[in-house]
T-cell receptor
Framework: DTEVTQTPKHLVMGMTNKKSLKCEQH?????MYWYKQKAKKPPELMFV???????INESVPSRFSPECPNSSLLNLHLHALQPEDSALYLC??????????????FGPGTRLTVT | QQQVKQSPQSLIVQKGGISIINCAYE??????FPWYQQFPGKGPALLIA?????SEKKEGRFTISFNKSAKQFSLHIMDSQPGDSATYFC?????????????FGTGTRLTIIP
């Protein structure tokens, strides 16, 4: 089973709202990722968690705040977003290089619209 | 140095034909090259991947050809079907103990016509 689940599927929020995106995997993967994807563009890496520690932050604005409560869960907290932040937010996981396998498996994404 | 260049941007192939998508990279430290298939509104799905010590890998109708000296790799879809119509992304990464970053190509929109 290579399933990564994400909730919600769709989210509409105002610029003053606070919301969270959730991601879950039960494959025992030790690396988890957040990507942002605009229409007709490839995914852009935002954050990488390795063994529940933040290992990469691709200079993402502080209005995006990641959290990894345990090895199966990854959250992305959103606050004071801008309309240009509207995109498909993708979560991915991989076993990690330490396991000799860094195939990344993506979830279905959350379609975020900021009004 | 981190770029992966992908071509063509869009491709129309007749049903039953061969679809070919090409990618080129500069960074010789890349050691993992996956291809992803993405349908509208869905997340990318890992299709097939190759390491640089292998020149070709085949899984069903999908084949990756890898040319290390030319720093190029390509995806071949044999007997293309309408259900293959999707956007395809090549990617490359470096195994870096939890810091793996996938560098994606710009994507190819493939349309298979009857």
């Amino acid at each position: 089973d290579t399933e990564v689940t994400q909730t919600p599927k769709h989210l509409v929020m105002g610029m003053t709202n606070k919301k969270s995106l959730k991601c879950e995997q039960h494959m025992g993967h030790r690396a988890m990722y957040w990507y942002k994807q605009k229409a007709k563009k490839p995914p852009e890496l935002m954050f990488v968690y390795s063994y529940e520690k933040l290992s990469i932050n691709e200079s993402v604005p502080s209005r995006f705040s990641p959290e990894c409560p345990n090895s199966s869960l990854l959250n992305l907290h959103l606050h004071a977003l801008q309309p240009e932040d509207s995109a498909l937010y993708l979560c991915a996981s991989s076993p990690g290089t330490a396991a000799g396998n860094y195939e990344q498996y993506f979830g279905p994404g959350t379609r975020l619209t900021v009004t | 140095q981190q770029q992966v260049k992908q071509s063509p941007q869009s491709l129309i192939v007749q049903k039953g034909g061969i679809s070919i998508i090409n990618c080129a990279y500069e960074n010789t430290a890349f050691d993992y090259f996956p291809w992803y298939q993405q349908f509208p509104g869905k997340g990318p799905a890992l299709l097939i991947a190759i390491r640089p010590d292998v020149s070709e890998k085949k899984e069903g109708r999908f084949t990756i050809s890898f040319n290390k000296s030319a720093k190029q790799f390509s995806l071949h879809i044999m007997d293309s079907q309408p259900g293959d119509s999707a956007t395809y992304f090549c990617a490359a990464s470096i195994g870096n103990f939890g810091n793996e970053k996938l560098t994606f190509g710009t994507g190819t929109r493939l349309t298979i016509i009857p």
